[in-house]
């Protein structure tokens, strides 16, 4: 199914056009990946181009126990900066999030949450999700 969910609203997507970087707040040292709009979608999970999408095909094991289609809250993750950069949440990612832990008012689902890559982004990982990407690095 990767990535898509044909029971909710589909969100309005402008999709990168050039290069940029996303900073992780991991509990050890930031990891800092490069986002390239020509390699997207990195793989089937997540909306095409979402922070989700992006993370794993940088090797950053963010969790996702739905598969990236928006039936969860376990890829949350606050937007520390350039969410402006991103798409506006749906009602269905709204409704799903209401379920996260630590939700604040930055938080979005990884999964639906994509930059138009006009800014580079620092995303924090909430502490409860924390441990699978000090894991995998």
């Not at 589909?10 to 990946?33: L, M, Q, R």
């Not at 126990?65 to 991103?86: M, N």
Request: with cysteine; aromatic share 4%.
């Amino acid at each position: 199914m990767g990535g898509s969910n044909p029971y909710i609203e589909k969100s309005e997507v402008e999709t990168a056009k050039n290069i940029f970087k996303i900073t992780f707040i991991t509990p050890a040292d930031p990891i800092v990946i490069t986002a390239d709009p020509s390699q997207i979608p990195y793989g089937e999970t997540g909306l095409p181009g979402s922070i989700l999408d992006i993370a794993l095909g940088q090797g950053i094991d963010l969790e996702h126990a739905c598969g990236g289609v928006c039936a969860c809250s376990t890829c949350h993750i606050i937007v520390k900066e350039g969410l402006e950069t991103c798409n506006e949440p749906t009602d269905d990612e709204n409704d799903q999030l209401d379920e996260a832990p630590g939700l604040s008012l930055l938080s979005r689902l990884g999964c639906q949450c994509v930059p138009n890559g006009t800014k580079d982004l620092v995303i924090e990982i909430p502490e409860w999700n924390k441990n699978l990407v000090k894991e995998s690095h």
